[in-house]
């Protein structure tokens, strides 16, 4: 049983930065493709980054490119995403996931797995 638990949400100022771990059990993040997606209120969850098996196969949404790095630590077993320069709009539950496939997507019905989510908060 997969099972993925994200931590490391918060209340930043605005400009401030955040790193999210997302740690997985069940399956190994070297052999999967895991993303990041978020939701705010109101909001229908959408893509911010994701990391394939394949070395250099990440991919970003457009509103987080050159703020937000994903990374991942096999030894570790977790995928981490650092968010500099946050602002307000990325105000959000984020979520990480999983597909035990080699290419990351930008699609949510791409994932089998799914974290609860840790809440960011950005004020400004």
């Known amino acids: 049983q997969v099972q993925l638990v994200e931590s490391g949400g918060g209340l930043v100022q605005a400009g401030g930065s955040l790193r999210l771990s997302c740690a997985a059990s069940?399956?190994?993040?070297?052999?999967?493709?895991v993303g990041w997606f978020r939701q705010a209120p109101g909001k229908e969850r959408e893509f911010v980054a994701a990391?394939?098996?394949?070395?250099?196969?990440?991919r970003y949404a457009d509103s987080v490119k050159g703020r937000f790095t994903i990374a991942r630590d096999n030894a570790e077993n977790t995928v981490y995403l650092q968010m500099n320069s946050l602002k307000p709009e990325d105000t959000a539950v984020y979520y990480c996931a999983m597909r035990p496939f080699l290419w990351a997507t930008v699609y949510a019905n791409d994932y089998d797995s799914w974290g609860q989510g840790t809440q960011v908060t950005v004020s400004s």
């Open positions: 990391i394939g098996r394949v070395s250099g196969n990440t």
């Open positions: 069940g399956r190994a993040v070297s052999s999967n493709a």
